[in-house]
């Protein structure tokens, strides 16, 4: 069964901390894999789709990483205003109607 | 932004009445998607359309059915709700096939009592 975990379930850190966020994956032959930003109260939204293990991407203070089980999400010298709930998702299989599966989501809480 | 509403916002409802939420999009975007998130829950796939009037079910169908009469809408309907359908929907969009990125619309919260 395709299974997409994410650790920690909550991270706090100070301003300027930088850390990293996990994501672990188990799925059929992965297509995409996505990372959404979630702010309280309102819907995701899109950060990343890496494709391939080795590839990377970066948006501001965050770079996206992937490999054959995991993605991070690396989080350097993060300000107050990057607290949020960080979503993971993957598509596998080869069928149209293979869907997207999401993760639990991290819960980061960046301190002043 | 992808430039999606849902109406209503909040809605309180007693067991067993119908409930319709829609979904509204000005991008012209050809996927849709209804989906719930819960505590303890990633968000969950409930039905998508890949088209007018094509529709299909995603993970947790079931008390659940949606309709797309036109592009820019996609209704979801709990024919009889139940306390177990008390959760937030969201509906996303994307451009493209489900590899692509999607767009998420600001969720309602359903409350069945």
């Known amino acids: 069964e395709d299974q997409v975990t994410q650790s920690p379930e909550a991270l706090r850190l100070q301003e300027g901390e930088s850390s990293s966020l996990n994501c672990s994956y188990t799925?059929?032959?992965?297509?995409?894999l996505f990372w959404y930003r979630q702010d309280p109260g309102k819907g995701p939204e899109f950060l990343f789709t890496?494709?391939?293990a080795g590839e990377e991407k970066e948006k501001e203070r965050l770079k996206a990483t992937l490999t054959k089980k995991e993605s991070f999400l690396h989080i350097t010298a993060p300000k107050p205003e990057d607290s949020a709930t960080y979503l993971c998702a993957v598509q596998g299989g080869m069928n149209r109607d293979d869907k997207i599966i999401f993760g639990k989501g991290t819960r980061l809480h960046i301190l002043p | 932004d992808a430039g999606i509403t849902q109406s209503p916002r909040h809605k309180v409802t007693e067991t067993g009445t119908p409930v319709t939420l829609r979904c509204h999009q000005t991008?012209?975007?050809?996927?849709m998607y209804w989906y719930r998130q819960d505590p303890g829950h990633g968000l969950r796939l409930i039905h998508y359309?890949?088209?007018?009037?094509?529709?299909d079910k995603g993970e947790v169908s079931d008390g659940y059915s949606v309709s797309r009469s036109k592009t820019e809408d996609f209704l979801l309907t709990l024919e009889s709700a139940t306390s177990s359908q008390t959760s937030v929907y969201f509906c996303?969009?994307?451009?493209?096939?489900?590899?692509?990125?999607?767009?998420f619309g600001p969720g309602t919260r359903l409350t069945v009592t």
């Open positions: 991008e012209n975007h050809r996927y």
């Open positions: 799925v059929s032959g992965l297509r995409g």
């Open positions: 359309s890949y088209g007018v009037k094509d529709t």
């Open positions: 890496l494709y391939s």
């Open positions: 996303a969009t994307s451009r493209t096939e489900l590899l692509s990125e999607q767009y």
